[in-house]
């Protein structure tokens, strides 16, 4: 993608997010306005596949670039992560239905006992006419209080083996449905993703995603995309920790010498540098990847993986390098902190990732 792809879509985020994200970040959500305006600037509608993803790539780089992984979560799940189901797997109808831009969506996947390991997965749908009926409760889900639909996962069939999710289905639930209990589940950090828990007590779903009973099948591919997207997003958030530090050591004096001029704040910080520039190529050629239809698990995994631990990494030096003012609880360099660490337990934990790849090392 040219520079000015990226500098039109930096500019789109600066006018429409940056002035609003602390609010955001203060009430737990994005506001109304907020995700009005997203809408209408187009940035929630661009491609998922084909040479159009690209396009795509360089959004969510740059909405991590923000600096407010809350916000990010918030919109990677509504824009990517929930609705790439419906864009597979949905038929005509349901993609008419749901996939409009100012149709918030959330993602009911995740429950008390069925995160990273869903065998123990409780949430049932049971056959009621020509629908099902659907009683569980989900946690963690982002954009829970807003969401005008989520895709949830459901047991639909009893029996069977359970590791791979036998008898397990995939639904669209229209979020206005009575039966629907949304409790808000405050966050250390993504203080903006509108994290809840979601109680479903016979709720009707407005349609089955893909064939009934073949969860396990849609969930794999989904999956990988959903980590591209996560690593993508956190590529992004370590640019900016690491644009924040290097401004911060290059000015700030320590007994009449820049911090900079030490040299293990620069060698730490170049070696962070390094690891970035890597990462980012690694993703950019993932971008690449998808886009020709060959994006494959492992690398999806990897990049997840190393996007978002060193996420982390560059946090910990962000705060350990403002000293006691980089840990306020209302400083940039906290925030940062906070928001990394979530990174590395979302869309996939970093020991189950590191579980997959080297299982894939056989």
Same mark, same amino acid.
């Given at each position: 993608?040219?520079?000015?792809?990226? $500098?039109?879509?930096?500019?789109?985020?600066?006018?429409?997010?940056?002035?609003?994200?602390?609010?955001?970040?203060?009430?737990?959500?994005?506001?109304?306005?907020? &995700?009005?305006?997203?809408?209408?600037?187009?940035?929630?509608?661009?491609?998922?596949?084909?040479?159009?993803?690209?396009?795509?790539? +360089?959004?969510?780089?740059?909405?991590?670039?923000?600096?407010?992984?809350?916000?990010?979560?918030?919109?990677?799940?509504?824009?990517?992560?929930?609705?790439?189901?419906?864009?597979?797997?949905?038929?005509?109808?349901?993609?008419?239905? &749901?996939?409009?831009?100012?149709?918030?969506?959330?993602?009911?996947?995740?429950? $008390?006992?069925?995160?990273?390991?869903?065998?123990?997965?409780?949430?049932?749908?049971?056959?009621?006419?020509?629908?099902?009926?659907?009683?569980?409760?989900?946690?963690?889900?982002?954009?829970?209080?807003?969401?005008?639909?989520?895709?949830?996962?459901?047991?639909?069939?009893?029996?069977?083996?359970?590791?791979?999710?036998?008898?397990?289905?995939?639904?669209? +639930?229209?979020?206005?449905?009575?039966?629907?209990?949304?409790?808000? $589940?405050?966050?250390?950090? &993504?203080?903006?993703?509108?994290?809840?828990?979601?109680?479903?007590?016979?709720?009707?779903?407005? %349609?089955?995603?893909?064939?009934?009973?073949?969860?396990?099948?849609?969930?794999?591919?989904?999956?990988?995309?959903?980590?591209?997207?996560?690593?993508?997003?956190?590529?992004?958030?370590?640019?900016?920790?690491?644009?924040?530090?290097?401004?911060?050591?290059?000015?700030?004096?320590?007994?009449?010498?820049?911090?900079?001029?030490?040299?293990?704040?620069?060698?730490?910080?170049?070696?962070?540098?390094?690891?970035?520039?890597?990462?980012?190529?690694?993703?950019?050629?993932?971008?690449?990847?998808?886009?020709?239809?060959?994006?494959?698990?492992? @690398?999806?995994?990897?990049?997840?993986?190393?996007?978002?631990?060193?996420?982390?990494?560059?946090? $910990?030096?962000?705060?350990?390098?403002?000293?006691?003012?980089?840990?306020?609880?209302?400083?940039?360099?906290?925030?940062?902190?906070?928001? @990394?660490?979530? %990174?590395?337990?979302?869309?996939?934990?970093?020991?189950?990732?590191?579980?997959?790849?080297?299982?894939?090392?056989?």
């Amino acid at each position: 993608m040219t520079d000015d792809v990226r $500098q039109e879509i930096r500019s789109v985020l600066d006018a429409v997010v940056l002035p609003h994200a602390e609010v955001w970040e203060q009430q737990g959500r994005i506001s109304a306005d907020g &995700w009005r305006a997203l809408a209408e600037s187009g940035l929630l509608s661009l491609p998922h596949v084909g040479p159009g993803f690209r396009r795509s790539a +360089v959004f969510l780089e740059e909405l991590g670039n923000t600096g407010y992984a809350g916000v990010r979560a918030a919109i990677g799940v509504h824009a990517y992560m929930a609705p790439s189901y419906l864009r597979r797997y949905g038929t005509e109808a349901q993609r008419a239905a &749901w996939l409009a831009p100012d149709k918030i969506a959330a993602l009911a996947i995740t429950e $008390q006992n069925a995160g990273t390991d869903l065998s123990s997965l409780s949430t049932v749908a049971r056959p009621d006419g020509d629908t099902y009926r659907l009683t569980g409760e989900k946690f963690y889900v982002a954009n829970g209080s807003a969401a005008d639909y989520f895709v949830v996962l459901a047991k639909t069939r009893d029996g069977g083996t359970t590791r791979v999710l036998s008898g397990a289905s995939l639904f669209v +639930v229209d979020g206005h449905s009575p039966g629907i209990t949304r409790h808000r $589940q405050p966050m250390l950090g &993504w203080r903006a993703s509108d994290t809840c828990r979601v109680s479903f007590d016979g709720v009707a779903a407005a %349609g089955v995603i893909g064939r009934p009973d073949r969860a396990l099948m849609y969930l794999m591919p989904a999956l990988d995309f959903e980590r591209l997207v996560a690593g993508l997003l956190a590529v992004g958030g370590v640019r900016h920790c690491l644009d924040l530090v290097r401004a911060f050591v290059r000015s700030h004096r320590v007994h009449g010498d820049v911090l900079s001029a030490n040299q293990a704040v620069r060698h730490r910080l170049a070696d962070l540098d390094a690891q970035f520039e890597l990462v980012r190529t690694f993703a950019h050629r993932l971008v690449e990847d998808h886009c020709a239809g060959r994006l494959d698990t492992k @690398a999806a995994t990897v990049l997840k993986l190393t996007a978002t631990e060193l996420a982390v990494s560059a946090a $910990q030096a962000c705060v350990q390098y403002h000293g006691a003012r980089g840990y306020l609880d209302d400083s940039v360099p906290a925030r940062l902190y906070r928001d @990394a660490m979530a %990174g590395t337990i979302a869309a996939g934990a970093s020991e189950l990732m590191r579980d997959l790849i080297f299982e894939s090392g056989r």
